[in-house]
């Protein structure tokens, strides 16, 4: 059974730091991108990271850009990311997800991402 799992949310004053993981049960990560996406209460899912499977390139959203880095570790099947200086505004549930096909990664095509996990809540707020 295909599974991922996030961890790592939590609540966070601004400027302060997580760092959330999504580890993969049932399958290799080898074979797939990896994206982050983040849903604000009344607003759409949008794609906030994403790293490739095929020579980990990273793209990142222009809100996230310069303070969040994704990273993957394929040996223990988790996929990480770092978030630094958070705003109020990165408040949301996350979630990551798998694609087989890299060309889905840069444009966060959610369509395209079959497998997603539950999701975990960052909150920054003071």
């Known amino acids: 059974q295909v599974q991922l799992v996030e961890s790592g949310g939590g609540s966070v004053q601004p400027g302060g730091s997580l760092r959330l993981s999504c580890e993969a049960f049932?399958?290799?990560?080898?074979?797939?991108?990896i994206a982050w996406f983040r849903q604000a209460p009344g607003k759409e899912r949008e794609g906030v990271s994403c790293?490739?499977?095929?020579?980990?390139?990273?793209y990142y959203a222009d809100s996230v850009k310069g303070r969040f880095t994704i990273s993957r570790d394929n040996a223990l099947k988790t996929v990480y990311l770092q978030m630094n200086s958070l705003k109020p505004e990165d408040t949301a549930v996350y979630y990551c997800a798998a694609t087989g096909d890299d060309d889905y990664c840069s444009d966060f095509v959610i369509d395209e991402y079959n497998d997603w996990g539950q999701g975990t809540q960052v909150t920054v707020s003071s």
């Open positions: 049932g399958f290799t990560l080898d074979y797939y991108s």
């Open positions: 790293i490739t499977t095929s020579d980990g390139s990273t």
